[in-house]
């Protein structure tokens, strides 16, 4: 099946820096790319969605200037976290949409974790 | 707009037992459902997917679910459980025609016993 990979795979950074988090589809192009987060012990929300060559889409209560999303080529989309909290700590999941038309298939990637002290 | 009820949140089991995870949505229009499996500190693998035809559909790992519309219910079924199956699995649906903006459950923690 198609792959989709994140880079890192978990990150630590102090508080007030920026983090970058990439995702990349491997084998496939991907014009839609979503960024969910997910809570220790929680569901995932997605946080936006990421379209190659437009701006992204942000879902209700995410703030865009916080979460930045680049989706700069067919496979690759990066979420930078800008000024990160500790309450921004969390695992963040890409997935890539592949397809032509309905219905399409979502491919996740394997997650980072990131830790903000 | 859609939702996923899981009204389990943690499910012990014994070893090769069997196990039924359920799910419930709700949507005032035709969904897609799916149910995902996470292990410990990984990302999302499909078990297997609902989009039309047959409302049994069997998925990898020997696990199937099937899809009552009139009861707006995709339960997950396994008729034989194995350590291995520990994790956690998440019901999702998706409407049709959203770009595949997949709405999630809150998850159920299946924890098998020897």
């Known amino acids: 099946g198609a792959v989709v990979s994140q880079h890192p795979s978990w990150v630590i950074c102090k508080s007030g820096t920026s983090v970058k988090i990439e995702c990349r589809s491997l084998d496939f192009q991907a014009t839609t790319m979503f960024w969910y987060r997910q809570f220790p012990k929680k569901s995932l929300m997605l946080m936006a969605t990421?379209?190659?060559?437009?701006?992204?889409?942000?879902e209700q209560g995410v703030e865009k200037d916080k979460f930045l999303i680049n989706h700069a080529s067919l496979t690759l989309s990066t979420l930078t976290v800008t000024s990160a909290h500790p309450e921004d700590s969390s695992f963040y999941i890409c997935?890539?949409?592949?397809?032509?038309?309905?219905?399409?298939?979502?491919?996740f990637g394997p997650g980072t974790r990131l830790t903000v002290t | 707009a859609q939702s996923v009820t899981q009204l389990d949140s943690q499910v012990p089991v014994f070893e090769e037992a069997p196990v039924e995870l359920r799910c419930n949505y709700s949507s005032s229009v035709s969904v897609y459902l799916f149910w995902y499996v996470q292990y410990p500190n990984q990302g999302l693998q499909l078990l297997l997917k609902?989009?039309?035809?047959?409302?049994l559909v069997k998925g990898i790992n020997g696990f199937e679910a099937e899809f009552n519309k009139s009861q707006t219910s995709f339960h997950l079924r396994k008729p034989s459980v194995h350590i291995s199956d520990t994790a956690e699995y998440f019901c999702a649906v998706s409407r049709y025609s959203s770009a595949s903006k997949i709405i999630f459950g809150s998850g159920t923690r299946l924890s098998i016993r020897p």
């Open positions: 990421s379209n190659e060559g437009s701006k992204a889409t942000y």
């Open positions: 609902y989009l039309s035809g047959s409302t």
């Open positions: 997935s890539a949409l592949i397809g032509l038309a309905e219905p399409y298939e979502q491919y």
